[in-house]
Structure formats: C-alpha cells, structure tokens
C-alpha cells in the first residue's frame, strides 16, 4: 500500500493567515490526490480533488498543488471554520489510503 | 441533496460480526456513476479504507480486511451494507459510509454519511 506522509502534525495560527499543508507520498501517483476538511465530531469533507480541483461549493481560499510524490494544500485567509484537520488521499492505486492529518489550532 | 446515514449497533462482542447499514436518499444507489463505500477511523490507524461496491456488482477491498469483510447492495430500500467477521478490539472505530463519485481518471469520495462508533468489547 502506498503509505502517505502529513507535514505538520499540528500547526498553530491565527485567523487570516496563510498555511500550507504537506503530503509526500512513498510512490509517485501523477494527480490522484484529494484533500478533505474534519471539523471536531463531523465526518470528512471534501475539499480538493485531482491534486487541485476545488470541488463544488469550496471557497477559493483553499488551494492545491503539487504532482508525483510530493504536494500541498494552501489556504490563504484562514477563517473560524478552518480550524479542523485535514487530511489527503491518494487514489492511484489500491488501497486507498490517507495521510495521518494535520491539526490546525487557534494560536 | 444526497444523503447518506449508517446505522447498526454500536457494541459488538469479539469473535462477532459486525453488520452495518448505510441509507442513501437523493441519489439512486442504481446510479452506475458512483461506487458506495466503506471508511473507518480510529486513533490508532487514523482514517483507513475498508472498500467499495459497485451496482454491476463489482467490489473491491482492502487486502488487510479483505478475508473478513463482505459488501452488498439492496436496491429496493437504497441502501448498502458491511459485514465485518471476527472482530477483535482493533475494529473499534467510527464507521463512515460515503459516495465515491468516478469521472475517469478521477475519483472522490462525496458526501460522507455523519458516522457510528462501534465498539467491539464484551
């Protein structure tokens, strides 16, 4: 199974900054690569597919980048509701598998 | 507006199956665009993949649950299923089911249903 690899584990920052979210793969997977928002109790949601496609309702703060093994997840303007974890998946090959998520806090 | 709800019990005894019940409303479980799925998160293993199910019947698992997990679909009431045979404390988690929409070469998984702990203990 491809294994996926989150950086950071935890990142702290104030509303209206810009963060960036890693996600370095063991195997290159072209752009098959979703990004998902958890907020505290609730089930995933899906941000971002095809390495950087906003899905349908998803604000333009949110954005996506990278190919191969290594990518990236940009939100520029954090508001309240973005203080969540995140979390990327690859769907290149199976099984399916995501990253351990990256908690971003209210510093 | 798609939806979609689990349901089953939340205690499992070891050694049991576990049978869970996702319910689709607004979209047709019928739809050949969409494979319905399985998802578990724990704090040990984070989010992981359990499998999908297509309404041709095809379905695909994970290898390291394969030999314990059957999948099935139930036109009539628009809903799907998970079986989990011999369960230990390690399937402990919360159970999402969700929509993996397929617009080749791409996939995503939209919506997610709100989950259900299950917890295996006896």
């Known amino acids: 199974a491809i294994s996926m690899t989150q950086s950071p584990s935890l990142l702290s920052a104030s509303t209206g900054d810009k963060v960036t979210i890693s996600c370095r793969l063991s195997?290159?997977?072209?752009?098959?690569l979703a990004w998902y928002r958890q907020k505290p109790g609730k089930a995933p949601e899906l941000l971002i597919y095809?390495?950087?496609t906003l899905q349908s309702g998803v604000p333009s703060r949110f954005t996506g980048s990278g190919s191969g093994t290594d990518f990236t997840l940009t939100i520029s303007g954090l508001q309240s509701e973005d203080f969540a974890t995140y979390f990327c998946?690859?769907?290149?090959?199976?099984?399916?598998?995501f990253g351990q998520g990256t908690k971003v806090e209210i510093k | 507006q798609v939806r979609l709800q689990e349901s089953g019990p939340g205690l499992v005894k070891p050694s049991q199956t576990l049978s869970l019940t996702c319910l689709v409303s607004g979209d047709s479980i019928n739809n050949g665009n969409y494979y319905w799925t399985w998802i578990r998160q724990s704090a040990g293993k984070g989010l992981e993949w359990i499998g999908r199910i297509h309404i041709s019947g095809s379905t695909t698992y994970n290898p390291s649950l394969k030999s314990r997990v059957t999948m099935s679909l139930d036109t009539s009431k628009n809903q799907f299923s998970l079986k989990m045979s011999s369960v230990t404390a390690a399937d402990t988690a919360v159970y999402y089911c969700?929509?993996?929409?397929?617009?080749?070469?791409?996939?995503?998984?939209?919506?997610w249903g709100q989950g259900t702990l299950v917890t295996v203990s006896s």
């Open positions: 195997q290159g997977i072209s752009n098959y």
């Open positions: 095809a390495t950087s």
């Open positions: 969700a929509r993996d929409t397929v617009v080749l070469p791409h996939n995503w998984l939209d919506p």
């Open positions: 998946q690859q769907y290149f090959s199976f099984p399916w598998t």
